[in-house]
């Protein structure tokens, strides 16, 4: 396959280095580590010198289209902006080892009990983990709360289904069949909310769990979610809150009063921790006192003055990730939170759900359809002006310097886009932003030849998503010979 | 849109169209249309039981996925083996090579009650 921009192993010549690392004494190494754990060949490592280390990534980092250089309204990622102060924050870390004395890890220890705190506190929950390593990883840890819960009460084999919205991320049904459920789909009223009729008619002794987001990924609140909670409860049905639209919420509301009994977070969105291409994610997990005795090993606990890690858990799930968890993204989570304190939490939630209206009212008087066209949260959904395709306006937008809204999900909107633009935008970005979208949909309907080839500026033109989803490349790998 | 009048289509856009005492079931032009590219098809495991409107195979594209409902109730007898590598035949082909699977109705007039060309058009044209 001919690429134009090789990979860093492509640029490697035999015997070329940034620095020279000392000798290591002359010790028995196979007397040390065991004979068959000696390498005989070397790793296939690139050999570069320090300069074309740093122009590689340079020029790489330009070729991308990122939240520090452009406006970035990926619906359901809560692209928002990452502060600084955050990397500043987990830098103060990079020494630390998992495999250290916990004695000597006091600092890193309180701040992951702090943040399971905060995170409670914000989510209504009774207990958190921090171990999944991202939102969906986060959901099958909870519906595997969910599952041993029903096992201990010895309804394991009778609840085999998990009812999921059709608005539904696809990680939720994806989880739940994971966890060994049957996903069963709850449709939609007209008004982009769960057809409460629909969903009790679905409720029976043999489910097990609802996966819900509230917001929904339409953007809008679920008004009857008191109801719809209750309706299920009441048939022993556990209720699952996928966090990854709390960003809309926060401090306003918690899953744990609607009366959820387990939520992930995504720290990577609501949470301002770097995502997109690059992370690593955070999906902590927060669940009610009844599910909590399931929870992960360890979690952090406090004692007196000391912060330990509590393995003594003798219902828990197990571990779902090596260590603690995602570390670092922690400490940005924990930063980002003690830095905006309860009232920017607040505050923030507030305008994120602004600027969402703001851009939903605009884009509607420059001939964008909004079909669910009433006040949203975080997030609303848009569809092109009829004749344009969404998958075209998104490419234009690149062109015109702008990360694309998320296209086709939900799937229950045709030609979707999911637009999020959050709360770290300014009106002026906004105000560009419609500017662009009302030039692209002119333009669009004037010259569709135009806008069916679009990118034209971009490193790489239309992409075969064809190929890309059939025949993935996913690993580079040497030419033998 | 492509609605051959040889055979019988649901409101959720499969076709269905008897063969000996068997019906076989694919997606419509109209469907393939909208999904896409398709990049993979999840077929039902021969010998599974299915009521009418139970999702049975999953279609997906570059686009989305999209369950595909069993027209009649009855047994998948056969599945399109040739979709697993080639599930572009889905695009090219909807009506004849793209078929999905083979069901052994359960009762043989369930299919006399699914819509008929003119009525399948009556849906997809409400629905673009
Ligand atoms: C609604 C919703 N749920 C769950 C997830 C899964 O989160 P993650 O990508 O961190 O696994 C996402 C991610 O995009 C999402 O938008």
Redesign the pocket.
């Known amino acids: 396959m001919k690429r134009d921009f090789p990979v860093i192993f492509e640029r490697s010549r035999s015997g070329r280095r940034g620095t020279r690392p000392p000798r290591p004494p002359e010790v028995d190494l196979a007397g040390l580590l065991g004979a068959e754990n000696l390498r005989s060949a070397p790793p296939r490592l690139p050999e570069v010198d320090e300069l074309t280390v740093v122009r590689h990534y340079t020029n790489l980092s330009r070729r991308q289209v990122g939240v520090d250089t452009n406006f970035y309204p990926l619906g359901?990622?809560t692209m928002k902006y990452n502060p600084r102060v955050n990397e500043a924050a987990a830098a103060l870390f990079t020494e630390l080892h998992p495999y250290q004395d916990p004695e000597t890890a006091q600092g890193a220890l309180q701040i992951m009990y702090e943040l399971q705190e905060y995170l409670a506190e914000i989510t209504g929950m009774d207990a958190v983990t921090l171990q999944p390593a991202?939102?969906?990883?986060g959901?099958l840890t909870g519906m595997l709360l969910i599952r041993v819960y029903h096992e201990s009460r010895g309804e394991g084999e009778q609840r085999r289904v998990v009812l999921v919205p059709d608005s539904a991320?696809g990680?939720?049904p994806a989880t739940a069949s994971m966890a060994g459920y049957q996903v069963r789909e709850v449709p939609s009223g007209p008004d982009g909310e769960v057809d409460l009729d629909a969903l009790r008619a679905a409720l029976g002794p043999e489910v097990a769990a609802i996966m819900l987001?509230n917001p929904n990924?339409l953007g809008l609140f679920e008004r009857k979610i008191l109801e719809l909670i209750d309706a299920a409860h009441y048939q022993g049905v556990q209720l699952y809150y996928?966090g990854?639209?709390l960003n809309a919420i926060m401090g306003w509301a918690r899953p744990g009063d609607m009366g959820f009994d387990v939520v992930h977070l995504?720290l990577?969105k609501t949470f301002s921790t770097p995502h997109g291409g690059g992370g690593p994610?955070s999906?902590p997990v927060g669940a009610k006192a009844h599910l909590a005795p399931f929870l992960p090993v360890p979690t952090v606990k406090r004692e007196g003055e000391r912060y330990v890690l509590d393995f003594d858990r003798p219902q828990t799930i197990g571990r779902m990730r090596s260590f603690y968890g995602n570390f670092a993204v922690m400490v940005r989570a924990y930063t980002y939170i003690r830095m905006l304190g309860a009232e920017g939490l607040k505050k923030a939630s507030a305008m994120a759900v602004l600027n969402a209206n703001y851009l939903r009212k605009k884009l509607a008087e420059v001939g964008y359809k909004i079909p669910y066209d009433r006040l949203c949260k975080h997030e609303f959904i848009a569809q092109p002006p009829e004749g344009l395709k969404a998958l075209d306006v998104a490419k234009a937008l690149l062109d015109y310097g702008y990360h694309p809204p998320t296209v086709y999900f939900p799937l229950i909107v045709k030609e979707a886009m999911m637009i999020e633009p959050t709360e770290t935008e300014s009106k002026e970005t906004l105000d560009e932003y419609v500017e662009v979208m009302a030039e692209i949909a002119r333009r669009g309907l004037e010259d569709p030849e135009w806008i069916a080839h679009t990118p034209y500026h971009t490193p790489v033109r239309r992409l075969d998503e064809v190929a890309a989803n059939r025949k993935p490349v996913l690993r580079w790998r040497p030419e033998e010979g | 849109m492509n609605i051959p009048e040889d055979r019988r289509y649901t409101a959720s856009h499969e076709w269905a169209k008897p063969e000996g005492n068997l019906i076989v079931v694919g997606i419509s032009d109209f469907a393939q249309d909208s999904l896409g590219d398709v990049v993979f098809v999840e077929l039902p495991e021969v010998g599974r039981e299915v009521e009418a409107g139970e999702a049975v195979a999953v279609v997906e594209s570059v686009k989305t996925a999209s369950d595909i409902y069993a027209p009649v109730a009855g047994t998948v007898v056969e599945v399109n083996e040739a979709l697993a590598d080639e599930p572009e035949l889905v695009n090219g082909d909807p009506y004849n090579a793209g078929w999905l699977f083979k069901i052994e109705p359960a009762d043989a007039s369930a299919y006399e009650k699914l819509l008929d060309a003119a009525g399948y058009a009556k849906v997809v044209e409400e629905e673009s």
């Open positions: 359901s990622c991202a939102g969906a990883h959901e991320h990680s939720n987001t990924t996928d990854a639209n995504n990577h994610g999906g």
